[in-house]
């Protein structure tokens, strides 16, 4: 009986003190520069960048990404944390406080949109040579004002031309009362309060004193009763959640008109399901908690 196999070829002294030297200098090229990428790294070491991203798994290292946080300016952190700590007494007394709450916001959808190569693919045996055009010479938007309260969106509210303290005005008057008296009561009886951020035409003298006896006592504002702070996207479920998934399911392909825009957001509006928006309010109980942990720096990452 003749038993077969394979014999390896041990490597020798040189070659695992050569292994051992360019593990050295990828690990020290790293440590000097971790925001470097394998192609500079085997540049500066004289090898593969096969071989550098060998030596990088090898030693656990992984490529982390950086998670884009809004700016905040002195003072800001304060604000913050004492928004968090009046709203986590809220809550301590009532769990389901922020399903409360109208939370609102506006924004701007284009016909350009966003064209996002990493999440853009098509399956095929050969090449299709697929393109998309981006940056079209006739350019159209609309601006937009929506909220949400528990597990459901009001609006979305177009907003002809620009936004100014008349029109916001009005749009909380008639179009945000008359999306309330279509909503079912259990809504209107749990609602507590409103919440508005620092923009412009919000913190006008007439807006003000609609929302002082609309909700007295109750409405998050700039000048409000309770103060929102500045620059605070992560705190508002609109920001951190409903716009960005807004924007995927509008942008997937290019509008051609105006029609096609609203009708689209009016789909994608209708799209999202009251599971997936409460989950996103009831989010704001952790986010309030890491808040406070980073004495009202970003938390994000």
């Not at 007394?93 to 924004?107: G, H, L, Q, V």
Request: charged share 20%; glycine share 6%.
């Amino acid at each position: 009986m003749v038993e077969c196999g394979s014999v390896q070829k041990s490597r020798g002294r040189y070659q695992a003190r050569r292994e051992r030297v360019n593990e050295i200098n990828v690990l020290a090229q790293v440590h000097v520069n971790p925001e470097g990428s394998t192609l500079n790294f085997a540049r500066e070491c004289g090898i593969s960048s096969t071989t550098v991203k060998r030596i990088l798994k090898d030693n656990h290292y992984h490529d982390y990404k950086f998670k884009p946080v809004q700016t905040l300016y002195p003072g800001d952190g304060d604000r913050r944390v004492a928004f968090c700590r009046w709203l986590q007494t809220k809550l301590m007394a009532d769990i389901n406080y922020s399903r409360k709450i109208i939370w609102s916001d506006e924004t701007t959808f284009t016909n350009s949109g966003i064209f996002n190569r990493k999440n853009k693919h098509y399956y095929a045996t050969e090449n299709p040579h697929l393109k998309q055009e981006t940056r079209p010479q006739i350019r159209f938007h609309i601006n937009l004002w929506c909220g949400i309260l528990d597990d459901t969106i009001i609006g979305p509210f177009i907003i002809d031309g620009n936004l100014n303290s008349q029109k916001y005005l009005q749009l909380l008057e008639t179009q945000l009362e008359d999306a309330l008296d279509h909503l079912p009561l259990r809504y209107v009886r749990n609602l507590e309060g409103f919440q508005q951020n620092g923009a412009g035409p919000h913190n006008a003298a007439l807006v003000t004193q609609y929302l002082n006896n609309r909700f007295p006592n109750n409405w998050i504002g700039t000048h409000g009763p309770v103060a929102w702070p500045p620059r605070s996207p992560c705190l508002n479920p609109l920001d951190y959640f409903f716009w960005g998934y807004l924007k995927n399911k509008v942008y997937y392909t290019p509008c051609q008109n105006m029609a096609e825009l609203r009708e689209r957001l009016n789909q994608a509006c209708r799209s999202c399901s009251p599971h997936i928006i409460r989950k996103a309010v009831d989010e704001m109980n952790g986010r309030i908690l890491k808040c406070l942990r980073q004495n009202g720096l970003q938390f994000e990452q």
